[in-house]
Each structure stands twice: as structure tokens, then as C-alpha cells.
């Protein structure tokens, strides 16, 4: 007895996965794409940043690959009538074609030779102009999407300006394979008197070639990503980002690199910088924290230092740049030093506080600022060993900057981020934690 014939395609999931790791490699670079290739201009997705279209299309082939790998087709019955299988299968197969079509459109690369090809198919159609792409949204539209209503390819692939499709089957039965010489048969009724329609014969290794096909022009985008990522590399590092200047105040400095950072890798660390800038201008009303605060004030200098280097080289890895070597966190020194987090035993206990002292920080109504008053004020015995605090006259900016020096010497007190990246100097640190691991020298 002859077996029952089934179908299951095989995307190689690794191939999302390169273009994955390459994003990601240069993340803040890609999100410089700031609005859709001219391709979209006539579209809805026109406006949109085109980094949510990247993300969205990546997930959404990751995701939609390892479904229709797992998809076994032909072992529906005749229950239902039609092929639901096949019909659910090349909706999602579509879904990833239009994918990388359109991360394809965002790098800028040119598909139109692949967009010719007729390879998979073979189907020229009437006027000898139709081509696999044609043919797939044709099978897609008669038997899937538009099934009572195909007519797009009038004169190509259909006899009449409109075409619909009752069923689709497989062709399983003896009686139908001596009919139709493939896998799937779908009827096209032309809505013409006596006729009798058209018989659209489907071959599974035909489809499967060229959904293969499509899915592997990933390459050839992964190729024009990377493509881009030089490119924006070497026109920006070709702009100049100057030191500090005779005549410009430490603000300007600061607000100069903010503007050159926006222009290279987007708004994610706006508000480092203005933090950045109350960080190196602190006077502490009460001098015993004088000293902590001048430290602190030199390590975001030593932060911002490092932030000139990479928005010279473009590059946010080593320790030119990130401060350390092979931090896991992907963060650097500049990025670390406002958060300040460093695994301390003795801010064990402490997560909620820590999260609610950020009501300090001039973004919150009265009632949340009073609320970071009494989270800080329970972490006194902590925190107050590094600097005093003075519940009753300092501010809320003050009272949270001072949060911030106190976090920020505890780190260096400790194996973390934070204390790889700081030199040992007493510039920087106090003098209990001149050695990485805490001690004095």
C-alpha cells in the first residue's frame, strides 16, 4: 500500500540569527535609520522609524521560520473541503517573503534581478512577462487571501479581469491524479457563461523552492547591513568632535557632546548627559561632602573623556572607550556610573529603596519626592557612612545627588563595573579604596 505523501520545508533557523547578532553588534548605529526608505512614502508605514520595522521584522521571521518547520502538510482530510494546511502555511510563508523584502528596502538592497526570476515556477504566463513572484501572490490570492476576488494578473496567470476559487484540494484520490499531474489542484472560475474555469495545478516542491529562495536572500540583506554599518561608521568618524575649547564652559562641553552623540547613535542617553552636567557642577551646601563630591565630579569627567573617544571612533567597545574590557552588561563607564549598581551585601535588602530615591530627582510630583525622602532616610546607616545628609534643610536635588556620591563610592568599594573602570587615583576614589578589591593601597 503506497504511503501517504506529506511535505515539510526546512528554513535554517542560524540565518536570522546572523542578521541578529550583526544588529546587534552595532545596535546604536542601526537606530540612526531614522524613517522608512522611499519605498514606503505611498505607504501606511510611511513616519514610522524604521528600527521598530526592523524589530518587528525579525521577530516576526524567527517566530514564523520555526512554525513552518514544524509544519507537516498533506495529512489534512476532506473534512473541511479545501487544504487549510496549505492555506495556513503559504499565509505564513508570506509573511516572511514581505519580511525581508522589507528589511531588504531599509538597507537598500537592489532584489530586482531576484524579483525576475522565473527558476521555481516557470510560469511565464500569457504574455511571457510573469515571473515566481508574480505566481506565488497569484496561488497566495486565488487559494488564500482573495479567493473570490483574484484580479491582479488578468492577462498573466488568469483568462479573465476576475477569477474565484471555490476549493483547493490535494490531489490524493487515484481518480484525481489521473486528472492533475501535482500535488495540490485549485479551481479558478472565470464568471464567464459555459465555461468551465481554469485548473491550477500547485507542485509542493515548486513552492517550497522558492519560499527557500526568498527566505535565503536574508544573506544578501545581512550583507547590505553590514554594508550600512560601515558606511555610518566612516561618515561619521569623518566628522570631527573637538576637546573642550579655550572659551567654552564645561556646560557647553557637555551639551556639545549631547548633540554629537543624538546625531551618531540616537536619544537613548540624553539624560545621562544632563545628569552628566549637575554632576560636575554639584557644591554640596554642607563642606564635609566636599571632597566626595569633587571625586565623583572627576570620575564623570573621566566618563566624559571616554565618551569623546567614542563618538570620535564610533566604537563603544575597550578600554579607550567603554572603561573596561568585556563587560557583559554591554554597558559603558558613562552609562554605569548614573545607575551605580554594584552588587554591595550591604544594599542588600535595599531594592525597593534604591528604585524610590529616583523620586528625587526633580521628574516627580511633591508626593512621590516625600516618599524618596523616607526610602533614603532608611538606607541612612548605609549610605550615610560615604556622605551626611541633612533630611531637614537639603533639597530633593541635593539629598539625591548626594544618594548618587554615596552609591557611586560604595561601588569602589567593591568588584564591579564601576570600580574596573576608575584609575586608581585619589582623584577618584577615597582613600579606603585605592585597590579594586576594596582595600587601601
Sequence with gaps: MECEKTFQIHLDPALIERFHDLLGRHEHISEQISFVEKAFEKKKFRGLPAWDCICSCEHRIRDTVAYLNEQVLGTATYEYGSAFDFINFINNAATVIDCVDMLARIFGVDLSEENDRTGAFSQLGRNGKGTDQKYFRFI??????????????????????????????????????????????????????????????????????YIEFRYGLLEKVIEGLGRFQREAIARFCSIPVPDRGGNETEGEFIDRLKSAELERFGSSNDFIYDFAKKAVSFVPSNEVNLSAARRYAEAWRHALGLQLNILRDMSREG???????????????????????????????????????????????????????????????????????????????????????????????????????????????????????GGRL
Design 319 to 437: 578600554l579607550e572607550h567603554a572603561g573596561i574590557e568585556g563587560d557583559e552588561t554591554d554597558w559603558i563607564l558613562f552609562e554605569h556610573l548614573l545607575f551605580s549598581h554594584s552588587g554591595a551585601q550591604e544594599l542588600r535588602g535595599f531594592e525597593y529603596n534604591l528604585e524610590k530615591i529616583h523620586y528625587l530627582d526633580g521628574e516627580h510630583g511633591p508626593s512621590d519626592a516625600n516618599w524618596g525622602r523616607i526610602k533614603l532616610r532608611e538606607m541612612d546607616d548605609v549610605l550615610g557612612r560615604r556622605v551626611v545628609f541633612d533630611y531637614e534643610s537639603d533639597s530633593d536635588d541635593e539629598l539625591y545627588m548626594l544618594s548618587r556620591i554615596a552609591l557611586y563610592e560604595i561601588a569602589l568599594m567593591h568588584p564591579c563595573e564601576i570600580n574596573d573602570a576608575i584609575p586608581l587615583d585619589l582623584k577618584y576614589r577615597p582613600a579606603d579604596a585605592m585597590t579594586r578589591d
Design 140 to 209: 497566495r490570492s486565488l487559494c488564500a487571501v482573495h479567493p473570490v476576488e483574484t484580479s491582479r494578473y488578468a492577462g498573466e496567470y488568469q483568462s479573465s479581469g476576475l477569477v474565484t476559487c471555490p476549493y483547493i484540494t490535494w490531489v490524493k484520490e487515484p481518480i484525481f491524479k489521473t486528472m492533475w499531474d501535482c500535488d495540490l489542484h485549485a479551481h479558478a472560475f472565470t464568471n464567464a457563461p459555459n465555461s468551465w474555469g481554469d485548473d491550477v495545478c500547485i507542485h509542493m516542491d515548486q513552492v517550497f523552492d
